[in-house]
């Protein structure tokens, strides 16, 4: 993207997307029942079906995968599919359902990694803030487990979540997971009308684990959904935000992945702060990423680092993102560097000033979030740096954020006429930020690999509203041209 765009988006998401909007959205999806019913009735424990794609039809091997994405954690969409699955009042159909995987090696072996994975009991170990988790009834390859989750809001009440979920643990070994109901119980619920019955919402997902060899193996986490909350609150945050549900499984299925990978893979020492990823960094995801961005976006966590003891500053760990423009590179790279548009494709975008010196630019960044009774205001500005053509990168230089720096490029697709759009970005909230960003921040601050998460969130809010526009605005540039004779 451009460089004010990847810090225009990475602010205003790293305002509101960052954290706050991640925890509501992340509780949205997945928290289902505030006291979850514990009658169990016949179809819960009956043998079914999962029609959660394997990472196996992606056509891609899994040994390849592993080698090209090394310690990261990937995350990519499948091609739309029709599906059915089950519910307490029969089969439900769907169509172009849009799964999403989330992919990582564990240093585990795979029978190792799922024994651990089907004890379901202990999941309150694994996942963040989950504080209950349980198996409520077990027949043969089926389960039910009822899971609480739990998190603390500043100066108001623990919103408290609990939800059912059905399992099945396959013959190849994965386990499917089904949501079968769930609720949502808190003040701050009560008063803002949060809390949705989702006994008929559709969420389903599957985990694999596939052995690479004797010692590690491949973790793949497969998640949609089909959430239409239907609260006041719920109904107006997703109307204001429609991206949302694109991102959201994204999210979800990034986080979930993290969760477990993050206990499986030791953290590499570093001696100094990383650079932003490119292209060169991530070479061996290059065919990986044209090959499946066609579908939807390609994101990238960068692994967790350990600190060596002469750094006194925690590296920044970085998020990266790729998606596919149908849209020639020079168009798609000119289009997303007119800083001065960027109000109208992100509206928290109020004021943009521009000095260009070349191919150094000084970005100042006006940025208002405004959501019902929720609303700040965040300045930045930034640095712009073209060390190529087709690569800038930006870095914070004053404003409210501690820290944010990050790159952009636009790269040819061989045998197309589209560009392989790449952003990768990383940030500090830090004591300096509005009291709202803050005080979201310290909500999910239990979340260990929150900020690369957020990073992530903010650069698919970005490229959802940037893709459309670029294509449009090429698309009535081409007919505006005169025909040639």
């Known amino acids: 993207m451009t460089a004010r765009e990847c810090s225009a988006r990475v602010t205003a998401v790293a305002v509101g997307a960052m954290s706050w909007r ?35 039809d992606t056509g891609i091997s899994a040994r390849e995968l592993a080698l090209s994405i090394g310690r990261r954690l990937v995350v990519f969409s499948h091609a739309e599919r029709d599906i059915t699955i089950p519910s307490g009042k029969g089969p439900r159909a769907f169509g172009k359902a849009r799964f999403v995987t989330a992919v990582a090696r564990v240093d585990i072996p795979a029978d190792t990694m799922r024994r651990r994975m089907q004890d379901f009991g202990s999941y309150r170990h694994l ?25 603390p809001l500043p100066a108001l009440a ?18 499917s997971a089904l949501l079968i109901d ?34 590690q193996s491949l973790l793949v986490f497969t998640y949609w959904d089909r959430v239409e909350l239907k609260s ?9 935000y429609p991206e949302l549900k694109v991102i959201g499984p994204y999210m979800v299925a990034a986080g979930a992945a993290e969760s477990v990978h993050r206990n499986f893979l030791a953290p590499q020492p570093l001696k100094g702060e990383p650079n932003p990823p490119d292209i060169a960094s991530l070479a061996k995801m290059r065919g990986l990423m044209e090959t499946l961005t066609p579908y939807g976006h ?23 993102l790729a998606t596919r423009i149908q849209t020639p590179p020079a168009a798609s790279r000119r289009l997303s560097t007119i800083y001065e548009r960027l109000p109208e494709l992100h509206k928290e975008v109020r004021k943009v000033g521009v000095q260009d010196h070349g191919r150094q630019l000084d970005l100042k960044l006006d940025i208002r979030f405004a959501f019902m009774i929720i609303r700040f ?28 720096r990050g790159m952009s490029e636009w790269l040819p697709i061989e045998g197309s006429n589209d560009t392989l759009m790449l952003i990768s970005a990383a940030h500090e909230v830090g004591e300096g930020a ?6 979201a921040h310290s909500i999910v601050e239990r979340i260990p690999y929150i900020d690369p998460l957020s990073s992530m969130t903010v650069q698919l809010v970005v490229m959802e509203r940037l893709k459309p526009w670029i294509e449009k605005q090429a698309a009535a540039e081409r007919a505006a041209r005169p025909a040639t004779p």
Do not use: C
Not at 232 to 240: A, N
Not at 298 to 320: D, H, T
């Open 434 to 439: 509005p009291l709202v960003l803050r005080m």
């Open 232 to 240: 006041y609150f719920s109904r107006k945050f997703m109307q204001e």
């Open 182 to 215: 769930g609720k949502a119980e808190s003040l701050i619920a009560m008063l803002g009308g949060v809390s949705d019955e989702l006994a008929d919402q559709p969420v389903l997902s599957r985990w694999e684990f596939i052995p690479l060899n004797a010692q």
């Open 127 to 151: 996942f963040p803030m989950l504080t209950e988790s349980q198996v409520m009834r077990l027949d043969g390859p089926n389960v039910v487990a009822r899971y609480r989750l739990e998190i």
């Open 377 to 404: 205001s965040l300045d930045l500005d930034l640095d712009l740096n073209w060390l190529r053509p087709d690569k800038v990168e930006f870095r914070r230089t004053a404003g409210e954020l501690a820290q944010l």
């Open 298 to 320: 390609v994101a990238v966590m960068e692994p967790e680092q350990a600190v060596s003891s002469g750094l006194k500053v925690p590296p920044l760990r970085y998020a990266a």
């Open 22 to 56: 991640w925890l509501l959205l992340s509780l949205l999806l997945l928290a289902p029942l505030a006291q979850a019913e514990s009658k169990i009735l016949p179809w819960m424990m009956a043998d079914w079906e999962n029609p959660t794609p394997h990472l196996a």
């Open 158 to 175: 623990t919103f408290t979540v609990d939800f059912r979920i059905k399992h099945a643990l396959e013959k190849d070994g994965s386990i």
